[in-house]
């Protein structure tokens, strides 16, 4: 699936990232939507990103900080005017355990944790019916983060497992730590297709993880990546590639970080003008690094590598 522009394009910084090895196959454009704290405006500005071009969404049944049912409407509208076809979206949403949750869920909080699990679930199946006798499904539904426990982590896995690939395409788990994920990827049946965690100095942008997660063939999705790394933004081969491609430097950065392999990013702008450019921004990079900026963006990439510990990382 593929935002009508980009996915035109032969580049491969703006190319569609295949997931799911083990079940369904599909593609997830690698900028994804995000939803979180829109609050009242959630269904018009999704709307307006699917609108704009944006084909992946990201969010979660977790009321305190999401509106899931808005995202839906968002969904229903865009597909009832045939903007976009539902199979052409990729829609993501997460189980949120009780410790994540306020008193308002799409659960009861005393039922056993495997019927939180299904309850949560068929909330989103509901939030997601478009109508036109289509069966209401999820591309992917990402554990919010691990349980208390690894026992109950993986009663989780196991009772989403349940509903794959058919109700659900993939699973995937957010601010996970590797060993916790490497359990999944070993004992589980249904292995993780996504890991939307942050990217910042503080975990070292995730390394490890993300090599793993290349090595199985796991899209990282990665967040607070304006937010919490301004200084990058500001770096020497950012600004090369913002000058020489001719874009903004946030969306030079992006396209840095889309250049390490096998990374999507959540980007949750509300401005119209700056979704515009950020899709059009990476396009526009990939070309240049694919054309006559190839000598460029070979040495940008491996100079950003270096900047966050990744200079042993292979290029592709």
Not at 90 to 118: C, E, M, R, W
């Amino acid at each position: 699936m593929a935002h009508p522009s980009i996915g035109a394009q032969a580049s491969r910084l703006a190319r569609d990232l295949p997931v799911g090895i083990s079940t369904a196959s599909a593609r997830i454009p690698k900028l994804v939507y995000g939803t979180a704290w829109k609050k009242d405006r959630t269904a018009d500005l999704v709307y307006l990103a699917l609108k704009t071009g944006f084909r992946a969404i990201d969010t979660a049944a977790q009321p305190k900080h999401y509106d899931e049912r808005g995202v839906g409407a968002a969904v229903k509208r865009a597909t009832g005017e045939g903007i976009i076809k539902r199979e052409d979206l990729f829609i993501q949403t997460k189980f949120t355990s009780p410790t994540g949750q306020n008193h308002i869920t799409p659960y009861d909080l005393d039922a056993p944790l495997a019927s939180q699990v299904h309850q949560s679930v068929q909330s989103s199946l509901e939030n997601f019916t478009v109508g036109g006798g289509q069966e209401a499904y999820l591309d992917s539904l990402v554990l919010h983060s691990p349980m208390d426990t690894m026992q109950e982590t993986i009663a989780v896995w196991k009772t989403l497992e349940t509903y794959t690939p058919h109700k659900i395409r993939h699973l995937g788990i957010s601010n996970t730590t590797l060993p916790i994920l490497e359990t999944l990827c070993n004992d589980m049946t249904v292995k993780p297709a996504v890991v939307q965690n942050r990217f910042h100095n503080r975990t070292g942008y995730e390394t490890e993880l993300r090599a793993f997660c290349r090595e199985q063939k796991i899209v990282f999705q990665s967040f607070w990546t304006l937010t919490a790394n301004r200084h990058l933004i500001q770096c020497s081969p950012v600004r090369m590639v913002a000058q020489k491609a001719g874009v903004g430097a946030a969306v030079a950065y992006y396209s840095m970080v889309l250049g390490l392999e096998g990374t999507a990013i959540l980007d949750g702008t509300t401005s119209q003008e700056h979704m515009t450019e950020d899709l059009q921004g990476i396009e526009a990079v990939g070309i240049w690094a694919e054309g006559e900026g190839a000598s460029d963006w070979a040495s940008a990439l491996r100079s950003f590598r270096e900047l966050i510990g990744e200079s042993q990382a292979s290029e592709h």
